[in-house]
């Protein structure tokens, strides 16, 4: 078993900026990819971006690049998603999810465990 924890939510006016961060904790692995999806409300869970452990692979949506950066810290088991210029469109739970099979899936169901989130919330 695998437990992701996500910190760092919270409110913020647009332009600002917020750090979240998702700890991970139980059984580790080698290789995996780790992710950060977000449903705002109303809507479905999308993806935001994604690291591999390696850290030499980033993905992001296109509504993220330019404002967003994942990383990771392996000796603390934590992946970081700095979000800067943050927009009212950005209001959103932030969920931390982890892919341990192989092969690159950015889907929900291509994810193997998920946190309960962190609300991050851009006033206007």
């Known amino acids: 078993q695998v437990q992701l924890v996500e910190s760092g939510g919270g409110l913020v006016q647009a332009g600002g900026s917020l750090r979240l961060s998702c700890a991970a904790s139980?059984?580790?692995?080698?290789?995996?990819?780790m992710n950060w999806f977000r449903q705002a409300p109303g809507k479905e869970r999308e993806f935001v971006a994604a690291?591999?452990?390696?850290?030499?692979?980033?993905r992001y949506t296109d509504s993220v690049k330019g404002r967003f950066t994942i990383s990771s810290d392996n000796a603390k088991n934590t992946v970081y998603l700095q979000m800067n210029s943050l927009k009212p469109e950005d209001t959103a739970v932030y969920y931390c999810?982890?892919?341990?099979?192989?092969?690159?899936?950015?889907?929900?169901?291509?994810?193997?465990?998920w946190g309960k989130g962190t609300l991050v919330t851009v006033s206007s």
């Open positions: 999810a982890v892919r341990f099979r192989t092969g690159s899936d950015y889907t929900l169901n291509g994810m193997d465990y």
């Open positions: 139980g059984r580790t692995y080698s290789n995996y990819a």
């Open positions: 690291i591999r452990r390696s850290g030499d692979n980033t």
